[in-house]
T-cell receptor
Framework: KQEVTQIPAALSVPEGENLVLNCSFT??????LQWFRQDPGKGLTSLLL?????REQTSGRLNASLDKSSGRSTLYIAASQPGDSATYLC???????????FGKGTRLHILP | EAQVTQNPRYLITVTGKKLTVTCSQN?????MSWYRQDPGLGLRQIYY???????DKGDVPEGYKVSRKEKRNFPLILESPSPNQTSLYFC????????????FGPGTRLTVL
């Protein structure tokens, strides 16, 4: 059974630093992987979607990579800002079925 | 404005009293899905629908029903709610199949006493 893990569960970094959030999955046969942002009490906002045939996707200060062979995806945030403070979740869609498996998220706090 | 709407946003009810949470999207999306989010357990998929009249179970379907009679709506039905269904519920949709970017509703916080 596919498992998606995000470590650490929480992270605090000073404003302006570059940072990397990690997502690992146990079954490499994923179809795509998506990164989301969730603000407290709010719904999820899609950040980046990487298809299995892709290695990375970029949007502004965000860059997501996918390495199926190692079962890992990373979300790189450049020049972090206090407004980046939120919980970041990754979710994998499997080849074998249409279920979506979410990680439990990394709660990010950018210190002003 | 393209969006996914859910109603109600907050609901407190009692055990056994049937309820429906509505979900509607105005983007002509084919794929719709329901999730619940619980502390320590993260987001788990309840049911999903690839298109009208096509629904499938997710990871935690027990105690829930859904229907997809029209493309824009995907209601979540709790026939006999129990306290362990107290949770934050999200509806989501995407353009084609699940492969596409998902758009989430604002969430419904349900408390079952």
């Amino acid at each position: 059974k596919q498992e998606v893990t995000q470590i650490p569960a929480a992270l605090s970094v000073p404003e302006g630093e570059n940072l990397v959030l990690n997502c690992s999955f146990t079954d490499s046969a994923i179809y795509n992987l998506q990164w989301f942002r969730q603000d407290p009490g709010k719904g999820l906002t899609s950040l980046l979607l990487i298809q299995s045939s892709q290695r990375e996707q970029t949007s502004g200060r965000l860059n997501a990579s996918l390495d199926k062979s190692s079962g890992r995806s990373t979300l790189y945030i450049a020049a972090s800002q206090p407004g980046d403070s939120a919980t970041y979740l990754c979710a994998a869609v499997m080849n074998r079925d249409d279920k979506i498996i979410f990680g439990k998220g990394t709660r990010l706090h950018i210190l002003p | 404005e393209a969006q996914v709407t859910q109603n109600p946003r907050y609901l407190i009810t009692v055990t056994g009293k049937k309820l429906t949470v509505t979900c509607s999207q105005n983007m002509n999306h084919e794929y719709m899905s329901w999730y619940r989010q619980d502390p320590g357990l993260g987001l788990r998929q309840i049911y999903y629908s690839m298109n009208v009249e096509v629904t499938d179970k997710g990871d935690v379907p027990e105690g829930y029903k859904v229907s997809r009679k029209e493309k824009r709506n995907f209601p979540l039905i709790l026939e006999s709610p129990s306290p362990n269904q107290t949770s934050l519920y999200f509806c989501a949709s995407s353009l084609g199949e699940v492969l596409d970017t998902q758009y989430f509703g604002p969430g419904t916080r349900l408390t079952v006493l």
